[in-house]
């Protein structure tokens, strides 16, 4: 009997063990290829990127130094104190200038980074030269970014190849979140284990994760923290480093991480971190600048350099001790990024689009020939025929009468609302839209959506329509003006419209003209 019960118990036991083999063979089987399908296949989501005109230069333009300095703050360019060497920045001296562009994609093929030497005569662009003291009868500064039209989550990158990343980005990277990265598979036991001991002794709370496992996390689950997760975690690991290389795998990490909010715009990947923190590509990345970047990796908000510099900069330099003790940086190096400052632009290059009206109306039109999906996930180039020049004068002009019409009709400031539209009498193209009273508004955009008398605007239909009768009407055409009087027997006069007629000294039932 007891024998018997033994052999049951086994036979039990294996039956669920085999249960358990195969509902894990199952849920592996899943997880690769839910690995394999997200990999392989569109990684990101790229917003459309919006532009404005790209101002061309050359010799003769009516153009001020000081409008071309403005222009090129616009632009996020730096001011130096020495010949401009690095893109995007300048140097005034005198009646000339001298700047280093920085390269950009055109609609019609890319322009490499160039320095320029421009001289001014008055308020006109009086010679352009190159490097080599060639004169250059045109070039185009790189265009305005005014915005872009993102996904649904608001996340924002600028993707980046492995290639154009300095080494001290990954080399800090793996100093402070993964040393072991190019020998473990996926998963790292000594990290686990020693995780586990600090935590367990009271040392401080760690995770023990790679940075294959923090791609995983990021990438594929969600932020919760439970043992099923901790476990699909591993598993799909195991399988990202089976299925592909150190490589692709610390490219995707690069693109993928989070590093900041901008309003309601997620900034994620080194490649737009190094834009919104530094105003300048990745590739031009300091080492201090790459080791900030990595520290904000434990908490984005937490170490944000703007709102807590000091914090920030413990941070730093504590991942450029980590890097020094990796043998990633000398003893020499490391003292002169510790002397570094933070070197955080104040102003960062905006996602949010200080132009909402005109934004919208770009919007419009493309949703006529694109998928709302691939306008917010293709990664579009949209340039554009905004003049930011025409814009801010259309807004002053704006803000002004409205002040003067409140201030006329004796009412209290900020009531009346009105719209702009500016277009190029030459080609057509809409310069600026200014749709209220506040053109940062995101709201209503009553230059494309309020409904109003048509007044005068009918102008030029009746003209047209006059004119194309054949011998009947031309431009010299002499047109009665005389009053025109309009008789409506029998019309119900409202009690309000007495009363204003009333005012106006007129009496009800006569017929009057129309003016």
């Given at each position: ?20 083999l ?11 290829f ?30 001020s ?8 703050e616009?632009l ?22 001298a ?20 001289d ?32 649904g ?55 023990g ?31 990202l ?58 908490g ?51 996602g ?8 919208n ?35 002053t ?116 003209p129309?003016?």
């Amino acid at each position: 009997m007891a024998k018997r019960k033994k052999k049951s118990a086994k036979k039990i036991i294996l039956i669920l063990g085999a249960t358990g083999l195969l509902a894990l063979a199952v849920f592996t089987a899943y997880l690769d290829f839910t690995v394999r399908a997200r990999f392989e296949g569109k990684r990101f989501k790229l917003p459309a990127k919006v532009y404005a005109r790209a101002l061309e230069l050359y010799p003769g333009q009516e153009l001020s130094q000081e409008e071309l300095i403005t222009e090129l703050e616009r632009l996020h360019y730096r001011q130096v104190n020495e010949a401009p060497q690095t893109p995007g920045t300048f140097r005034s001296i005198g009646r000339t200038l001298a700047l280093m562009s920085r390269s950009f994609v055109f609609a019609d093929g890319p322009q490499d980074a160039t320095w320029l030497r421009i001289d001014f005569a008055g308020d006109r662009l009086r010679a352009m030269t190159d490097s080599h003291g060639e004169s250059l009868p045109l070039f185009r500064l790189d265009a305005p970014l005014i915005g872009g039209i993102y996904p649904g989550n608001y996340e924002d990158r600028i993707l980046v190849r492995l290639s154009e990343v300095p080494e001290s980005v990954t080399r800090a990277l793996v100093a402070v979140e993964d040393k072991r990265f190019y020998s473990h598979h996926g998963i790292d036991p000594r990290g686990i284990a020693r995780a586990l001991f600090k935590t367990a002794s009271g040392e401080s709370i760690q995770g023990g994760s790679t940075l294959t496992q923090q791609l995983v996390k990021n990438f594929f689950l969600t932020p919760e923290r439970t043992l099923r997760r901790k476990f699909t975690e591993m598993i799909m690991a195991l399988l990202l480093e089976a299925h592909y290389s150190k490589q692709e795998i610390l490219e995707t990490y690069l693109n993928e991480v989070y590093l900041g909010q901008d309003g309601s715009r997620a900034i994620h990947g080194f490649g737009l971190a190094a834009s919104f923190y530094f105003n300048k590509s990745i590739t031009q990345l300091e080492p201090s600048e790459a080791a900030l970047l990595v520290g904000m990796l434990k908490g984005p908000t937490y170490f944000n350099p703007r709102s807590h510099p000091q914090r920030a900069l413990e941070r730093r330099n504590l991942v450029l001790t980590q890097m020094e003790e990796e043998g990633f940086l000398s003893w020499a190096d490391l003292q002169h990024a510790k002397a570094a400052p933070l070197a955080v632009v104040d102003r960062p290059p905006g996602g949010t689009s200080p132009y909402p009206a005109f934004l919208n109306l770009v919007y419009r039109q493309l949703t006529r020939d694109y998928r709302d999906d691939d306008l917010r996930s293709e990664g579009l180039r949209i340039f554009t025929t905004l003049d930011p020049v025409v814009q801010k004068a259309a807004e002053t002009t704006l803000s002004r009468r409205l002040a003067q019409l409140d201030k006329m009709r004796g009412l209290p400031s900020g009531t009346l609302q009105g719209a702009l539209i500016v277009t190029s009498p030459q080609s057509a193209e809409v310069q600026a839209v200014v749709g209220g009273r506040d053109p940062r508004f995101e709201g209503f955009n009553r230059a494309l959506d309020a409904r109003r008398p048509i007044g005068s605007l009918i102008k030029p239909v009746v003209y047209l329509t006059a004119l194309q009768q054949p011998g009947k009407y031309t431009l010299a055409t002499l047109l009665d003006d005389n009053p025109l009087v309009v008789k409506q027997a029998g019309t119900l006069v409202s009690a309000e419209l007495r009363q204003g007629i009333s005012r106006q000294g007129l009496s009800p039932g006569r017929s009057y003209p129309l003016l």
